[in-house]
T-cell receptor, first 116, second 114 residues
Framework: IAGITQAPTSQILAAGRRMTLRCTQD?????MYWYRQDLGLGLRLIHY???????GKGEVPDGYSVSRANTDDFPLTLASAVPSQTSVYFC???????????????FGEGSRLTVL | AQSVAQPEDQVNVAEGNPLTVKCTYS??????LFWYVQYPNRGLQFLLK??????LVKGSYGFEAEFNKSQTSFHLKKPSALVSDSALYFC????????????FGDGTTLTVKP
């Protein structure tokens, strides 16, 4: 079944450690996104990529980095995890036509990260 | 800046009754509006969207939503609720030519009781 695959599904991490959340899509969508979901705060955009080779900052980018070496993969890295990064992370994609994105978002199943 | 408000944290309805989940938005340009549903421990799933055209849009699972420009609202509705509709619902807005980003509301938990 086509869609977005995230890994790991769940992870407990010590503060200060480096962590990469993986995201792969097989829909050949141009645009990809990383959101974090926290109780009472809805979904907040961390970083996005409109096309392979480009990335941009979202609403809450501090402490996170991303890369987009190809169309399918969009990993999110926490260089030195802190407890406030405990959250559920969702990767998403959309079928963007370079500058005019009318499409809905397709989400992965999420990665639950706990930083102790 | 764009924003979305879902004024109700929780909506409770009886099975078979109509349901409404409210959403209001604020954008400087033309709004693209979306509804998503999230079941426990799952990712969000797209329900429906308004881009242009008819103000009443129909989506998955019998849901529909009405775009009201004067009231800047995009309320989600269903004529007859099912217990299986119980979930967390998110409204999202994106400005028309902004390819990058959607802004989500905080979500409304819908509980449908038998």
């Amino acid at each position: 079944i086509a869609g977005i695959t995230q890994a790991p599904t769940s992870q407990i991490l010590a503060a200060g450690r480096r962590m990469t959340l993986r995201c792969t899509q097989d829909m050949r969508h141009n645009a990809m996104y990383w959101y974090r979901q926290d109780l009472g705060l809805g979904l907040r955009l961390i970083h996005y990529s409109n096309t392979a080779g480009t990335t941009g900052k979202g609403e809450v980018p501090d402490g996170y980095s991303v890369s987009r070496a190809n169309t399918d993969d969009f990993p999110l890295t926490l260089a030195s995890a802190v407890p406030s990064q405990t959250s559920v992370y969702f990767c998403a994609s959309s079928d963007s036509g370079l500058g005019l994105d009318t499409g809905e978002l397709f989400f992965g199943e999420g990665s639950r990260l706990t930083v102790l | 800046a764009q924003s979305v408000a879902q004024p109700e944290d929780q909506v409770n309805v009886a099975e078979g009754n109509p349901l409404t989940v409210k959403c209001t938005y604020s954008v400087s340009g033309n709004p693209y509006l979306f509804w998503y549903v999230q079941y426990p421990n799952r990712g969000l799933q797209f329900l429906l969207k308004y881009i242009t055209g008819d103000n009443l849009v129909k989506g998955s699972y019998g849901f529909e939503a009405e775009f009201n420009k004067s009231q800047t609202s995009f309320h989600l509705k269903k004529p007859s609720a099912l217990v299986s509709d119980s979930a967390l619902y998110f409204c999202a807005v994106r400005e028309g030519t902004n390819a990058g980003k959607s802004t989500f509301g905080d979500g409304t938990t819908l509980t449908v009781k038998p």
